[in-house]
């Protein structure tokens, strides 16, 4: 297998827009084209995340259509469905197309416009992502789920509820602080000064969520060139390799025996860290799948950053912010830079290369550029989990 | 790039069923495993074509739940959206990863249950695999847009519709037959005896397309286990060999020059047969996706088989049937056999694995075991093409 090399990145400003997925996914792409300085004629293949196009833009294939509208003409473009892993799925599979010596330049990412479904109706389509036969009916939406893991993570751990609540408050404040440094975050100068205090008091949307608990719905578009590792520095000087990747595969969560440790990310991040040769001791900044607060203590400890139990503290004790253990979400995460799901997982490899080339925003920005990060993507309620393990230096 | 063997397959009963995508995927997915006699602890990872499970089942990633359904723990598992090619461009996929060496046995396939939508609903639903933006506000269905084909077939080669329509009837006739001789085929004993006037006289669907020129909505799922060509053999004394893939993409109608020629078929089929280093003529039989009469004659050209406006004389001729130059759905085909969208590709790969090994239906069998057989499947309106050329033997 050979090196595998990201050259140029694409990122459009998160919020609400008018734009189609297709067209989303085209400033992005055409974005990432620029930024590999790169003719396009030489992209082979395109690798697409999508979540809910047909019932955005009515449109299946946007793949195809994004094809079209980046010029690329008849080069084969899939879109990849992980719910809201997509993208990740994406750039893991078209890693592998480029490793296999198949392909030497290629385009992924993802885009979603989810803000024109409208909040009822968005989460309605998004909490498809669940075991629809018995999640579904039960009434349980993904704000709903979390908002159990919580009180799951409370009981195991013995910590109170409330002081939990207050801890997971940590996750939001540092986030969204992180967001709003963040030009292309959705909640860019909105949230910068929060507290434990406007975080609890913030609406309840889901005991004990509150709004601040929650990322937003978003749209948005990411995109990445990449291409084999050793032409990468005929494109830029500053190649980002991907050194490991891992998927997992989870079920209904009425058969999973501890979903605060869900086993579908276990296994997932496992696989990236073998294929890497690397441990969580090695990975310098992470951009993980906070989708909701407490999901972002499961997965810094699910995937070996913290023992169990112990990310709640560790948050609070600052060691997940910029100085500490592991910096997470300095881009602002799900919570704080916006959740368009298609794109997500492109917006966070999109992150790390930024911050790998030191042009993360001012206070963002780590203070030496990491080495290593890593990119840990969720969809659904652990149906499927996605990582990358992300290098300046080759393997 | 290792060699890659299907060595087992397994395929629902296609027509009306109850049960979702998954249990249609598991279905097939359990007898392809019983059929390749492995251990399902070996396999490494799903790949699954599915395109409408949101709007049939509420339910996204089939793939996930497809995965605990049939007990595979924790593997990855995706799903390919390319509309009606999805399932194609799944193993295509899974080929990849298996002739990477990154895997060594995975299952591919799709699954659809188009039938619960009715009729209105699944017409509407399966338009958005055309160009949204221009297709479906102008009321493009795929009826409508194989109708124009049909004209516009009807004027380049300057054959009077009417003649046309004799001669497209002739595919309706033959892949009735075929389906009407397998039990596995939506039309299995229906319409074995269709004539021209039978053909001409059923109501019309869309001007010059009669009800009998267009195949069905259909449930149903296929699937194979794959698994690296040098140890096939331990699990099967009749492995099928994939020699060559190939995958194109196409754009909005109103852009294409001239849809009888569609540019995405003509790179995709170039693409597969100079993988596996093979002409049209080497291809002992064809299962290609006939979803109207008249989308059979523009593949057979599109792909090489027959000239520019020559394959509609040359399905009345026989050239299209066992013992002419290029038997083509042996199986019934789209027409005949139905069309469970996501399933289709997998069901035409299981179709050719049977003749290789000589299993299927008499009547329907080649007289002598092919060597060579070639997939072809279309996605939209000419949006994804997917190519698959499956041999007895090693490239």
Known sequence: MRDVAIIGVGHTKFGKSDKSNMELFAEAGQEAIEDANIDRKKIEALFMGSVLPMFEDG?????????????????????????????????????????????????????????????????????????????GPAGLTFPGAFAMAAV???????????????????????????????????????????????????????????????????????????????????????????????????????????????????????????????????????????????????????????GEGEAADATVDGQTEIGGKIPTNMSGGLIGRGHPIGATGASQAYMIVQQMKGAAPKGNQLDSVPEIGMVDTLGGDFGTLCHLILGRTKR
Chains 1, 2 share one sequence.
């Open 59 to 135: 449109q299946m294939m946007p793949a195809v259509y994004s094809t079209s509208e980046l010029g690329l003409g008849s080069i084969p473009s899939t879109r990849f469905e992980g719910a809201c892993a997509s993208a990740t799925v994406a750039i893991r599979d078209a890693y592998m197309w480029v490793a296999s010596g198949q392909y030497d330049v290629v385009m992924a990412g993802g885009a979603e416009r989810a803000m024109i479904m409208g909040t009822p109706f968005a989460t309605r389509t998004f909490m498809m992502g669940g075991h629809a036969a018995t999640e």
């Open 152 to 306: 799951l993570y409370s009981r195991f751990y013995e910590i109170p509820l409330q002081k939990l609540r207050e801890k997971m408050a940590h996750v939001a404040i540092k986030n969204h602080k992180h967001g709003a440094l963040n030009p292309l975050a959705q909640w860019y100068k909105k949230y910068g000064d929060l507290t434990v205090e406007k975080v609890l008091s913030s609406p309840v949307i889901a005991d004990p969520l509150t709004l601040l608990d929650c990322c937003p719905f978003s749209d948005g578009g990411a995109a990445l060139v990449m291409c084999a590792g050793d032409v990468a520095r005929k494109y830029t000087d500053e190649p980002v390799y991907v050194l490991g990747t891992g998927q997992g595969t989870g079920g209904a969560l009425a058969r999973l025996e501890d979903f605060t440790k869900p086993p579908s990310r276990i296994y997932s991040a496992k696989m990236a860290f073998k294929k890497a040769g690397l441990t969580p001791k090695d990975i310098d900044i992470l951009e993980l799948h906070d989708c909701f607060t407490p999901a972002e203590l499961i997965a810094l400890e699910a995937m070996g950053f913290f």
